[in-house]
T-cell receptor, first 119, second 112 residues
Framework: GAVVSQHPSRVICKSGTSVKIECRSL??????MFWYRQFPKKSLMLMAT?????????EQGVEKDKFLINHASLTLSTLTVTSAHPEDSSFYIC???????????????FGPGTRLTVL | QQQVKQSPQSLIVQKGGIPIINCAYE??????FPWYQQFPGKGPALLIA?????SEKKEGRFTISFNKSAKQFSLHIMDSQPGDSATYFC???????????FGQGTILTVHP
């Protein structure tokens, strides 16, 4: 149980285009989803926290107009990278959590990640 | 105060050795301390987690030692195997808040 999927796993796009990445909780309802960015051989950097039905909370320094996050249902959150540029190339990872599964531990279940390359 | 400092950056051991990875935190409000394992091109997977009301937790070959007064915790991998070669991240969060603060990561290589 507690499986999180991401689609696509890899995407290559041209500079200036927008790319949408989906994050789905397959067997549980995720009240909260998190989006991370990871550069090669670096740690995970939290970009934003997304609660179902409400606006995402972005971390300091993350451009909310460039990284649009939508959490329209309890099983799906999307990250749209708008007007992508080569510096947006990175590994994007989502995670999901729910009070019912995690009890008091706030355990997060991570997706497999999406490799974005902007040419 | 939100940082979690992890060391070493990289670690090489022989098969059967016991690699130890250390983390230190500042924020005393943290009350959940997980360790994640990540293989190249994959998302992190939870290995083991501990809360500050216990000083040690063991699951299979993985053990977390926790020192609340020193604000430090560590991961020990017993009888390490080449398949354990991966990047390991410690993290911390406040139960009521949920955001994980990650350490910098440790690249572990286990030689056959």
């Amino acid at each position: 149980g507690a499986v999180v999927s991401q689609h696509p796993s890899r995407v290559i796009c041209k500079s200036g285009t927008s790319v949408k990445i989906e994050c789905r909780s397959l067997d549980f309802q995720a009240t909260t989803m998190f989006w991370y960015r990871q550069f090669p051989k670096k740690s995970l950097m939290l970009m934003a926290t997304s609660n179902e039905g409400s606006k995402a909370t972005y971390e300091q320094g993350v451009e909310k107009d460039k990284f649009l996050i939508n959490h329209a249902s309890l099983t799906l959150s999307t990250l749209t990278v708008t007007s992508a540029h080569p510096e947006d190339s990175s590994f994007y990872i989502c995670s999901a959590t729910t009070a019912r599964l995690a009890a008091a531990y706030n355990e997060q279940f991570f997706g497999p990640g999406t490799r974005l390359t902007v040419l | 105060q939100q940082q979690v400092k992890q060391s070493p950056q990289s670690l090489i051991v022989q098969k059967g050795g016991i690699p130890i990875i250390n983390c230190a935190y500042e924020n005393t409000a943290f009350d959940y301390f997980p360790w994640y394992q990540q293989f190249p091109g994959k998302g992190p997977a939870l290995l083991i987690a501990i809360r500050p009301d216990v000083s040690e937790k063991k699951e299979g070959r993985f053990t977390i030692s926790f020192n609340k007064s020193a604000k430090q915790f560590s991961l020990h991998i017993m009888d390490s195997q080449p398949g354990d070669s991966a990047t390991y991240f410690c993290a911390a969060s406040r139960t009521s808040y949920g955001k994980l603060t990650f350490g910098q990561g440790t690249i572990l290589t286990v030689h056959p």
